[in-house]
Structure formats: structure tokens, C-alpha cells
């Protein structure tokens, strides 16, 4: 059954022996490959070469190119075929290593000189063995260190900076086994493991990088994934044994103060794909602009928040953040670097805005545009229930605000608000309202109506109003550093489309739905917001339910260390099987935010991509034939499965990968020889 996988195997393994000594010929003669003889590979590139108006960073120019390649075979480097480029018209014709990504140890040089030492000569020495960011609490990678364990225990969960400056460190631990965390998190933790984390990360700021780490993936049948900060809800960015690409140092930025592409001429921004909101919205804010961008101040701008979409802000005046990309630089399965944009590569550009990252190539930068700046008031507020305020009042409040969501949304604004009564009484946190281009007094207008309800219902809401002049510092004041890093809650969502607004039934229905998570016990995170502005939006990739939604709703279970397990798979199945299901019967054919969503999400190539799906499949099968790049829940993912579980039905990051219907205790090995 595996004679394929056996040939592709023994040929490796071949590669291997024949490799055990990396060596290039000069002159005839056969000397060592080290850093004295083998300098990084690549060619540098006329800055100009790019399809994009924009000229090329430093860092693109620097390009793995067959001339290259070709040199590097006449130079006899050991096992140089490994980081070929490849044909996607060819892809049916290629040998299969075998029906699962390979893992470290088998019968391949995985890990080996040839992925450790040749992978890195070439790289220029940006190869990173994997630590886990945890590991300094334990003896287990020989780098214990008290003060720094104290120091990353006492901020695991409210300083994102630290893990996303780290080359490993995702936010969803809970899909990646909780391997290595501090004993706040894990108190009964003895060792620290690698878990689901890579193997290894090629810390990525060259194209050149980036290409050869393709490359041999591809080659390999190596897991590839792909880290920018981790912010995913779903694990997104690691996977056992895998190769890493890490582009958060990917850090350019140029401003561009007449930029044209296309139809579109006006100011811009080329930011590489390492670029965080807080750094963004700087550059944006020292040209007196704006960009649309995330709210949490850490997430990678042009990494998987625009490739998911992006919701922002500004979105209910300019819509999504992906909406906003002219012209993106990024390569693909095949290893080659291309331009995307609606003159070069359409197909691929459509499909990268919203289309999710990990699915068609890895981005090294994106044009976007720019606009003037503008003023933003906010309001905030907390309200909760007590021995003076009923439940009956407070619940009057909340629905009160919710009959004017599409006014609001119409107006430009956005919310963002927290609903629970996980102290015993109900509370809801404004945090913040955000109005942009607004005064107080046209955002007191706008919600006098609401804040009448409220009165009458005899509550003293108190809301407290700020004005900023500019949107960065209103950004900067209302929206806390995100919290990372807990394996003890799950997360769902839901866009509730604009018809519900529109009819009081369907509307009484919705109000319920998200009520009956809080009276459940669950947490609602949730935004007023829409992404449909009036000046229109091109056609891309992002799920259409963006386009018609008012709300977009997060549902939270928590559990806590305590638990038995038997108990917390209960709670955790409540949040897709009850609370999921409630909140899809009352908005039918609408969809989900697939960045912060339900990791076994039903049916998520409808909720994620609507009609937009069979595009979207039917372009990765044909720019990915080797499925080179995969992630839970993307474009193509249910080709392929996780070989064990967690609760016994989350897929568990730390396990094998592979294509559905393989039995992986069945896979024949051949133990590996090493060099």
C-alpha cells in the first residue's frame, strides 16, 4: 500500500548516506561546506523587478534563483537537489514521500546534517533549534534559569510582546498540548516538552529564506508553518515536527505619499510581514494618517489578520483591513516569489485578502492605503446587576442598546463589549464605544435615544466620554494589551447579519441567543461593527457574511485547573453542540470570523467563505498540489487530520499529520541513519 512512500523514503535515505560529510568540489577537489567555503544563497535583485509599483525591501531583493541553484550543483554541495524549485503542472508526476507529513526520526534526514547544517550554510545562520519559550523553568533544555522563569511567569498572560518577540510561542496552548508552560498554568507540569511546537524556525528576513525553507519542505514532505505573532484562536502557527517560517522580524516600513496601482492614487504604505498594529499605526500617525488595522496592539498587520480578513476599528467606515491591499509580495508553494495584484497574479491576489494564512504562500509585504487622519470620541461604561438592580433592568439596558446597532454602524461606529455573570450577578463592560470622525456631542446625539431607555428603566448609566484629535491616540488609550496564553477556556463566534436588526422577531431571537450563553455560564465578547461602507468594497476573498453583519460575537467557556477531565470535555462540547447550534439557527447562511472562531467550527468552509469556497479550493489545489501548506480549518484542511485528539474531539496539534484515511501505526518506518 506504502510502495511509494517506501521509494520516496530509501531515495532519502540514499541522500543521506551520500551526505554524511557536506562537502562542495573546487578545482577538482573535494573540500568541506562550512562557513568559509558556502556563503548564504542568493542573488541580490534590482529593487525595481517587483509587478508592484513599489520597489522591493533589502530584504526581497535578496532572492534563491536558478542561477543560483545551478551554481550550487556545480559546486557538487551535498544533497543541493533538495532545495530545487518545483512545477506545480508537474506536482501529479512527483514521487510521494509517503500519506503523512514526515516527523523528526523517521527515514529521512529529519533531523540531520543536512536540515541542520547544509539548511543553515545556506540560510546565512538564521536556523533556530526550537526552546520552548517556558523552558527556562525547567532542566530539560539545559537552560534553567530562576530569574527568567519568575520574569515570563509573572507576565505569561498579560504581555503578548514577550511571546510574539519569541520564535515558538503561540497563543492557543490548549491545541498545542500545553507542553512547556509555567506552573501557574499548568501546577502539576514536571518537564517541559517540546509538545506541538516546530523543530526548528528559520528566523526569515530575506525572500532568499523564505524560498529555501519551501523548498525543502516541499521536497522533504516536512510539516511547514508559518509564525508571525500567533495571535490564531486556532493554533495556526505550530505543528509537531514541523519546519517554522518566522517572518516577525520582517520589519520595513515606506511611506508613500502618491502612490498609484490601478485605479487607485493616493497615499500608502509598503510594511513587511512582520509590521504589529502598534508599530503601524505609528508610521501611519507620524504622516498625520490612518491605516486599517487591528484593535490588539501586537497582531502582525499584513501576517494572517489581513490574509483572514480583518476587522478593525475604522471597518464601519472603510471596511475590512484586507480591503485596503493594492499590491502583495509573496512566495509560494513551488518556491518562487511573485507580485499579486489586480494585474499580476489576480487569481492569487483575490484569494490572499481573506482567503487565510498558511494556505497559498508566505508574504513578505503588502502595499495598503492610507487616510487622512481623524478625530474619535469615546464612551465607556460598566453596568451591573446587584441587590439595587434587578436582572430584568439590566437585561431592559442591554437590549435597549441593541436596537440601534445598524444606526450606529451606518454612523461609522464601532463597540467593542463584554457580557458575563460569572461573579453571580450580570455585567457588562463598554470597552470602548468608539466613534470616529465624531464629536462628544454627535455621539451623545447618536446614543440619546439608548441612554434614554436606560434612564427609564431607572438606571444612571454614567457614561464617561473622552474626545481625541487624532485616531492613534484614541487607539492607543482605549484598547488594553491583548491576554495570551490560556489553556482553560475556548472560543466561538458568530456575524449576526443586518436582517435581523431589521425584523423584531428575528431580532428578539438574537438577543436571546446571546443571552442564553450568559445565562449558561459563558463570557460574550462582542463587536458592533460593519464592513460594508458606503464607498463600496472590492471583491476578494473575505467572507461574505462580513458584508451583510451588524454584530460580531464571541462566545467564551471557561473551565478551571480543578476540573476533572470528563468534566471540562462536557463544558467545552456546550460551546459548539448548545451554544454554537443556538447561535446558527437564529442567523441561517450567515458565517464566522474565521481568525477568532470555533476551532472545530461545523461546516467552516461555508461559515468561513460562503460561496466563495469552491474558488478558494479549487485555486489552492492548483498553486498547492503538494497541500505544502496547511492549518486547521484552512482552505483544503479537510484533505487532511490530526492523528489524536484532545477531550476527544479537538484535534491535537501535537500528533501526526495526515491525509484522511491513513492509518499512521500502520505507516512502515525505516530507522533513520545518522551522519
Not at 90 to 117: H, L
Not at 371 to 376: A, K, L, R, T, Y
Not at 478 to 506: C, V
Not at 510 to 518: E, G, P, W
Request: glycine share 8%.
Amino acid at each position: 500500500m506504502y510502495v511509494d512512500a517506501l521509494l520516496g523514503a530509501a531515495l532519502v535515505l540514499a541522500l543521506l548516506r551520500l551526505g554524511a560529510c557536506q562537502t562542495i568540489v573546487v578545482d577538482g577537489k573535494v573540500i568541506n561546506a562550512d562557513e568559509s567555503t558556502i556563503h548564504p544563497a542568493y542573488a541580490v535583485i534590482d529593487p525595481s523587478s517587483s509587478n508592484s509599483t513599489a520597489d522591493l525591501f533589502p530584504g526581497e531583493t535578496q532572492q534563491f534563483t536558478d542561477a543560483v541553484l545551478a551554481n550550487l550543483t556545480e559546486l557538487g554541495l551535498t544533497d543541493i537537489a533538495l532545495f530545487g524549485f518545483a512545477d506545480p503542472a508537474a506536482a501529479a508526476n512527483e514521487s510521494n514521500i509517503g500519506p503523512c507529513k514526515t516527523f523528526p526520526g523517521e527515514a529521512v534526514v529529519f533531523p540531520g546534517d543536512i536540515t541542520d547544517r547544509v539548511f543553515d550554510l545556506l540560510l546565512g545562520g538564521s536556523l533556530i533549534q526550537t526552546k520552548p519559550y517556558a523552558s527556562p523553568c525547567y532542566s530539560d533544555y539545559g537552560n534553567q534559569d530562576a530569574a527568567k522563569c519568575d520574569q515570563l511567569t509573572s507576565h505569561w498572560s498579560d504581555d503578548s510582546f514577550l511571546h510574539t518577540n519569541d520564535p515558538t510561542s503561540i497563543n492557543a496552548i490548549l491545541f498545542e498540548g500545553t507542553s512547556c508552560v509555567p506552573h501557574t498554568v499548568n501546577p502539576w507540569a514536571s518537564n517541559c516538552t517540546i509538545g506541538a511546537y516546530p523543530a526548528m524556525s528559520v528566523n526569515a528576513t530575506t525572500v532568499s529564506q523564505i524560498q529555501l525553507a519551501i523548498n525543502m519542505a516541499r521536497s522533504l514532505n516536512l510539516r511547514l508553518v508559518v509564525k508571525n505573532t500567533g495571535h490564531d484562536y486556532s493554533a495556526k502557527s505550530t505543528g509537531a515536527g514541523a519546519l517554522s517560517i518566522w517572518t516577525h522580524n520582517m520589519k520595513d516600513i515606506r511611506f508613500y505619499g502618491e502612490y498609484e496601482e490601478g485605479s487607485y492614487k493616493g497615499p500608502a504604505f509598503k510594511m513587511g510581514a512582520g509590521v504589529q498594529a502598534f508599530e503601524a499605526y505609528e508610521a501611519a500617525h507620524k504622516q498625520n494618517l490612518i491605516i486599517v488595522g487591528a484593535e490588539g496592539k501586537t497582531v502582525g498587520i499584513t501576517g494572517g489578520y489581513i490574509l483572514g480578513g480583518g476587522h478593525s476599528p475604522l471597518s464601519s467606515i472603510y471596511g475590512m483591513a484586507a480591503d485596503q491591499v493594492l499590491s502583495i509580495e509573496v512566495v509560494t508553494a513551488d518556491g518562487r516569489f511573485v507580485t499579486a495584484s489586480n494585474t499580476s497574479n489576480p487569481d492569487l491576489f483575490w484569494a490572499l485578502r481573506g482567503g487565510g494564512g498558511s494556505t497559498y504562500g508566505v508574504v513578505t509585504s503588502m502595499v495598503i492605503k492610507a487616510f487622512p487622519e481623524i478625530p474619535v470620541t469615546t464612551m465607556s461604561f460598566s453596568l451591573s446587576s446587584s441587590d439595587e438592580i434587578s436582572p430584568d433592568q439590566f437585561w431592559q439596558a442591554v437590549r435597549a442598546y441593541f436596537e440601534d446597532f445598524i444606526k450606529y454602524t451606518d454612523a461609522g461606529n464601532y463597540a467593542h463589549f463584554m457580557l458575563n455573570a460569572t461573579s453571580g450577578w450580570y455585567v457588562w463592560d463598554m470597552a470602548p464605544w468608539f466613534a470616529p470622525n465624531m464629536t462628544q456631542s454627535q455621539l451623545q446625539e447618536l446614543a440619546d435615544p439608548f441612554l434614554k431607555a436606560v434612564a427609564d428603566a431607572g438606571l444612571d448609566l454614567k457614561p464617561v466620554y473622552q474626545e481625541y484629535t487624532n485616531f492613534y491616540d484614541a487607539w492607543d488609550k482605549s484598547f488594553p494589551l491583548e491576554s495570551w496564553g490560556s489553556n482553560l477556556a475556548r472560543y466561538g463566534s458568530r456575524l449576526f447579519p443586518k436582517e435581523n436588526w431589521e425584523d423584531a422577531t428575528k431580532l428578539s431571537s438574537t438577543f436571546d441567543a446571546i443571552r442564553y450563553v450568559v445565562d449558561g455560564g459563558g463570557v460574550v465578547s462582542a463587536y458592533n461593527l460593519a464592513a460594508a461602507p458606503k464607498s463600496g468594497y472590492p471583491d476578494n476573498a473575505v467572507n461574505p457574511a462580513w458584508r451583510n453583519a451588524v454584530l460580531h460575537a464571541i462566545d467564551i467557556v471557561a473551565w478551571s485547573q480543578e476540573m476533572y477531565t470528563e468534566l471540562i470535555t462536557i463544558w467545552s462540547n456546550v460551546l459548539t453542540s448548545d451554544w454554537g447550534m443556538r447561535w446558527r439557527q437564529v442567523s441561517p447562511g450567515s458565517g464566522a470570523y474565521l481568525s477568532e472562531s470555533d476551532y472545530i467550527e461545523p461546516g467552516f468552509q461555508q461559515s468561513f467563505w460562503g460561496d466563495k469556497y469552491a474558488r478558494l479550493y479549487d485555486l489552492k489545489k492548483k498553486l498547492d498540489p503538494w497541500d505544502l501548506f496547511y492549518a486547521q480549518n484552512a482552505v483544503g484542511s479537510e484533505d487532511w487530520e490530526m492523528s489524536d485528539f484532545i477531550f476527544g474531539n479537538l484535534p491535537s496539534q501535537n500528533s501526526r499529520l495526515c491525509r484522511k484515511g491513513t492509518d499512521p501505526s500502520k505507516m512502515s518506518k525505516i530507522e533513520p541513519t545518522r551522519s
